[in-house]
């Protein structure tokens, strides 16, 4: 019985590790790779780090910071972030990345995640949405949730999926910072037409809130948060440990 | 010295690391004759079987990786390169294998008694259930989670098969065969298990295979037919 995950998602510029809430205001938190050791020793079964960086000296620290996670912490690693090319995959791949989310890079080129399947496979390709409800409908946001782009969120990941997208990371910024649960309605919409891996993002604000989300809905396989686990309001071990007792499956 | 076979196929990063990480000396290489010299062999693998196998033939290492393995050196094949040490498989029309353990790759989703609803591929941490006692495994317990992402199964492997996961159906999760051993999951992300796994076939020698001075090994009990039922969902880990 495969279990549920959980994934810390550490948002990286410049080499260490920030956080915003609903994407504006971000506090230095510590060292990525203390961060991911941290994380890993506490059962996350996964790992996202996401390049917020803008220089081209800020990326060269992030691939660093990276290397050296990878050659310290054995359990996958997700890198997001400025990846608008194919050449973008193979740089963060050869680091030692595991699978690599697009966002914005594949609403410029929507071809780039067809190239990226092709090359690398399926499996290490994350189609990552924000989506909010603009006029009563999902939209899809680029550039760090500050842009509608004007296209329906449900559409764009089905087309990702079936362009070769292997697993979506769903970020409601509608609930995104607000700590009161998931956004089960958002959720419910992928799942619904989406076979391959989805991934909760945005809202999490206690151990109950993950309860709720993986019973609520079974086709979601795992769930992403940030500031509740680097500030420690919620711990790892007993948020696995609450889901297991809940009947849920995860890894203790 | 263990040896990571360099066949153009996949991404290493991690699998170096994590032998670096165990204190294991390991080298990455595609010739013949540092192959030979290694004390142990390492066939990696990501990416469809076909290409492999193919890419494997064009650089003349199907014959060489044959022979090492007649000779009785520790081997072990992970991801796709365990399904690269069956006979044939059927992803992307029929291909030949290496043929060191008895058996064939299918899609899981061919498997009888196959979940409609459960998602391919197969990726994420599942419980393993240990179907007989296994060098590899002196350190890992029944019911330990391991890190699987493929969409392929093996089947027909009769006694080989050592571990077996369950996704709807049974998923054949580590085999077995002499000095021939293959892992589905990746070892190299599942984290402490996945480690001492890894520790497991790094202290494997052609000497303690073949004189039977490996304990686990001295005293093996092969189980003969199907691997014990597997428990039904809801399961922990």
Excluded at chain 1, 85 to 90: P, Q, R
Excluded at chain 1, 121 to 149: I, N, Y
Excluded at chain 2, 3 to 22: E, K, R, T
Excluded at chain 2, 171 to 179: D, F, H, L, M, S
């Amino acid at each position: 019985m495969i279990t549920k995950r959980i994934i810390p998602c550490l948002d990286v510029r410049n080499g260490r590790v920030v956080k915003g809430v609903n994407f504006k205001g971000v506090a230095d938190v510590a060292s990525p790779v203390e961060l991911a050791e941290y994380y890993s020793a506490a059962g996350a079964d996964e790992l996202v780090f996401y390049d917020i960086t803008a220089s081209a000296e800020g990326r060269k620290l992030f691939t660093d910071v990276l290397r050296e996670t990878a050659e310290r912490v054995f359990i996958p690693l997700t890198v997001g972030g400025g990846i608008n090319t194919v050449e973008d995959f193979g740089r963060v791949l050869k680091c030692g990345a595991d699978k690599v989310s697009v966002n914005s890079g594949a609403i410029r080129d929507p071809s780039l995640i067809g190239a990226a399947a092709t090359k690398y496979g399926s499996q290490c390709v994350v189609l990552s949405a924000d989506v909010a409800r603009v006029d009563g409908e999902f939209r899809v946001f680029a550039k760090g949730g500050r842009e509608d782009t004007g296209m329906e969120a449900i559409g764009w990941i089905r087309r990702a999926v079936e362009n070769g997208a292997g697993e979506v990371v769903v970020n409601s910024i509608d609930t995104d910072g607000v700590k009161q649960g998931f956004d089960l309605d958002l959720l419910a919409h992928v799942t619904y037409y989406v076979k391959v891996p989805v991934i909760a993002s945005g809202g999490a604000g206690s151990i109950s809130d993950f309860i709720s989300l993986f019973r609520t809905l079974p086709g979601v396989d795992a769930g992403l948060a940030a500031s509740v686990f680097h500030f420690g309001e919620i711990a790892i071990r007993e948020l696995k440990q609450a889901m297991a007792a809940a009947g849920i499956p995860a890894r203790l | 010295m263990t040896a990571i076979v360099d066949y153009g196929a996949g991404n290493l990063f991690s699998l170096v690391s994590s032998l670096s990480f165990i204190g294991e000396a390991a080298v990455v290489t595609g010739d013949p004759d540092i192959l030979r010299a290694a004390d142990r062999i390492i066939l990696p693998g990501v990416g469809a079987f076909g290409e492999a196998a193919d890419l494997l033939r064009e650089r003349g290492l199907s014959p060489v990786l044959k022979q090492i393995a007649a000779e009785g050196k520790p081997f072990l094949g992970i991801c796709l390169g365990m399904q690269l040490l069956f006979d044939e498989s059927e992803e992307f029309g029929r291909h030949e294998g290496l043929s060191l353990i008895p058996g064939r790759v299918v899609p899981i989703e061919s498997l009888p008694g196959w979940d409609k609803t459960l998602k391919i591929p197969h990726i994420g941490w599942n419980p393993l259930t240990l179907t007989r006692p296994s060098p590899l495994f002196r350190e890992v317990n029944d019911g330990d989670c391991v890190y699987f992402v493929h969409s392929y199964c093996a089947v027909d492997c009769g006694e080989s098969v050592t571990a077996a996961a369950e996704y709807s159906v049974t998923v054949t999760a580590a085999v077995e065969r002499g000095n021939v051993f293959g892992c589905q999951f990746h070892p190299e992300k599942s984290g402490n298990v996945g480690l001492r796994i890894l520790r497991a076939f790094c202290g494997l020698t052609a000497e303690n295979l073949n004189t039977g001075t490996d304990p686990v090994f001295k005293n093996r009990v092969l189980k003969s037919g199907p691997a014990p039922a597997l428990n039904g969902g809801g399961g922990q880990c």
